[in-house]
């Protein structure tokens, strides 16, 4: 097949439309529940007041807006895929956001900008302060501007939505790569969400990977629970065809949360006792790099470790194996070079998963 016959044959898969819409219509959708904003995201989206207030100046000044994004469910209301913070911080202004609760949202206060200074403490309407409110002129300048939007028909792929939603959240975009697997699999499966949400919030595992704050408000908890699944029992022949880890990671997430086979009992049990096993010898010293000079464990968490680590000790519970000596070994690992010539510097996820998956599977069980 050629590239041409390649492109026509993808582009029948998607089926699109577009038109211009007001803020009012777009108002009457979300009051009308015939759009879903995922309420859900917001956690991920964190756009200071000082963006909203942005976003607020562009509309009155006749700035054009990016276009939303959205896809059309079977039963015609719309998933946006792209275009959240913009739509949640009109609805905020306007007053009627609700959150994933469905429990209103405090009116966002505008703050003073360089064009328009007198936007400070501005609101959408305060019935306590008539000069604080926007004029009736001023809101009917909001409700009448438009903003475009690209409709991903019914009939299309259906897994259009999430190469999309992806391919406009990932790069420049502020959420973290989890961020944005954490809203893909809200749209494709919210249970599978929780039920990973609740693995990654098992105690014993957060003080096995004793991360900071940031990564943590980065969703890099759900993104280590995931790893745990997707890599603990992976067949070596696919670690050597992996490709970029990371979207790896994504594609391998999409096909595990449409599987109706996969067994979460199974999953959640060996990763608890994993973890357990991992927190009776080593707490938080788990997944830090051992200094053989000083004999003891030191540093933040790295990743390497909890690659052979984490990886290898669930294999051999997997196999009804309970590993022994489970401090000595994890410390052992950084006087073998099997181990340290692929964990350093320069040394790709690529290149490193094919060889460290398979030796922390026989450290802890002998099993290559």
């Known amino acids: 097949m050629s590239l041409l016959d390649e492109v026509n044959e993808k582009r029948k898969e998607i089926r699109t439309d577009g038109y211009a819409m007001s803020i009012s219509e777009w108002t009457s959708l979300y009051e009308n529940k015939e759009i879903d904003i995922h309420p859900e995201f917001q956690r991920f989206f964190r756009w200071s007041d000082i963006q909203k207030t942005n976003l607020i100046e562009s509309i009155l000044l006749g700035i054009p807006i990016p276009p939303i994004f959205v896809s059309q469910r079977p039963d015609g209301v719309w998933d946006v895929v792209d275009g959240l913070q913009r739509l949640s911080t009109i609805y905020q202004f306007m007053g009627v956001l609700k959150d994933e609760n469905s429990n209103n949202i405090d009116p966002l206060t505008l703050t003073g900008t360089k064009y328009l200074p007198s936007l400070e403490g501005k609101k959408w309407n305060n019935p306590d302060s008539e000069q604080s409110s926007f004029t009736q002129e001023l809101r009917l300048i909001v409700k009448r501007s438009k903003i475009n939007v690209s409709i991903i028909l019914k009939e299309s792929d259906e897994t259009a939505k999430y190469d999309l939603f992806q391919r406009l959240n990932t790069g420049g975009s502020d959420l973290s790569q989890q961020e944005v697997r954490n809203c893909i699999l809200v749209m494709l499966n919210k249970n599978f969400y929780n039920w990973l949400q609740s693995l990654?919030?098992?105690?014993?595992?957060?003080?096995?990977?004793?991360?900071?704050?940031?990564?943590?408000?980065?969703?890099?908890?759900?993104?280590?629970?995931?790893?745990?699944?997707?890599?603990?029992?992976?067949?070596?022949?696919?670690?050597?065809?992996?490709?970029?880890?990371?979207?790896?990671?994504?594609?391998?997430?999409?096909?595990?949360?449409?599987?109706?086979?996969?067994?979460?009992?199974?999953?959640?049990?060996?990763?608890?006792?994993?973890?357990?096993?991992?927190?009776?010898?080593?707490?938080?010293?788990?997944?830090?790099?051992?200094?053989?000079?000083?004999?003891?464990?030191?540093?933040?968490?790295?990743?390497?470790?909890?690659?052979?680590?984490?990886?290898?000790?669930?294999?051999?519970v997997s196999q009804g194996i309970k590993p022994e000596n489970i401090r000595e070994k994890a410390a052992s690992i950084w006087g073998d070079t099997q181990y340290t010539d692929w964990v350093g510097s320069g040394i790709t996820a690529t290149r490193r998963l094919p060889r460290i998956v398979p030796y922390g599977r026989e450290v802890f069980t002998g099993d290559n």
């Open 200 to 316: 990654a919030s098992y105690t014993i595992f957060q003080e096995c990977i004793s991360l900071s704050d940031r990564p943590l408000s980065e969703s890099y908890d759900l993104e280590l629970a995931l790893r745990f699944v997707i890599f603990t029992l992976i067949d070596r022949k696919e670690l050597n065809r992996i490709g970029d880890v990371g979207i790896f990671i994504t594609e391998k997430m999409r096909k595990i949360a449409t599987d109706k086979s996969f067994d979460r009992e199974f999953w959640e049990k060996l990763f608890k006792e994993t973890f357990d096993l991992l927190y009776l010898e080593l707490a938080e010293e788990s997944f830090k790099r051992y200094n053989t000079t000083k004999s003891k464990f030191s540093g933040g968490f790295l990743l390497s470790q909890y690659e052979s680590i984490a990886y290898g000790v669930g294999y051999a």
